[in-house]
């Protein structure tokens, strides 16, 4: 062969592979957008796992804006000044032996569960009356609530004929930091529900409008 033909055989070939270097094949194209959507998917994943450890986080700063810290301190104040005073003043008076002897608030909530069975209810409301009392204090006056209402219902007990002793004043004291703290509860409840976010709405689902906007087959 002519150095001519070999030079012009040449000349083809690379015009050849040219073209095929310009032209990409349907599989490339393919594999192009399914990776695509691929890396999308991760992305949004990624952007969920964030959003679930934000809102974590966040949880507790919305429940505290729900619940102004002035409105936690109206609520947590009367029912704690009463429940101070009630530990202060005589709360009952036993006849042991024919020697009375008188305890006071804070003695019965000390030692008020050794008194048996029918100590049960009310001692253990002082439990439920901490718990709405935490409850409160970290901006959740709705459950708070409920268990303010449910101490105040166990400790109700002692309005009612106490065998061995007579319940004295602070019982009165004691019974009003549970209403208090109830009554409190209530218009902080209202208002967090009042002033709660609406739901946001979900994401879009990722690679729809990827797949539709991608290269055509």
Aim: charged share 15%.
């Amino acid at each position: 062969m002519s150095s001519k033909a070999i030079l012009g055989q040449r000349r083809v070939l690379s015009r050849q592979r040219a073209c095929r270097s310009r032209i990409r094949p349907r599989s490339d194209r393919f594999g192009l957008r399914s990776c695509l959507v691929s890396i999308a998917q991760r992305e949004f994943a990624l952007r969920q796992h964030e959003s679930i450890n934000r809102s974590a986080a966040e949880g507790d700063r919305v429940a505290k804006a729900r619940t102004p810290g002035w409105l936690r301190v109206a609520v947590i104040a009367p029912s704690l000044a009463l429940y101070v005073v009630a530990c202060l003043l005589p709360a009952a008076a036993f006849s042991v032996a024919s020697n009375d002897s008188e305890s006071g608030g804070l003695g019965l909530l000390v030692f008020g569960w050794m008194d048996g069975p029918q100590a049960c209810l009310p001692w253990s409301s002082n439990f439920l009356w901490l718990a709405a009392v935490v409850l409160v204090a970290v901006g959740r006056p709705g459950w708070a609530w409920v268990f303010a209402a449910v101490g105040l219902l166990f400790a109700s007990r002692v309005l009612f004929p106490y065998p061995g002793a007579a319940l004295l004043e602070a019982k009165y004291w004691w019974l009003g930091s549970y209403v208090a703290l109830a009554a409190g509860c209530g218009p902080a409840s209202v208002r967090a529900w009042v002033v709660s976010p609406p739901p946001e709405a979900p994401d879009a689902v990722p690679g729809t409008a990827l797949s539709d906007s991608g290269p055509s087959a």
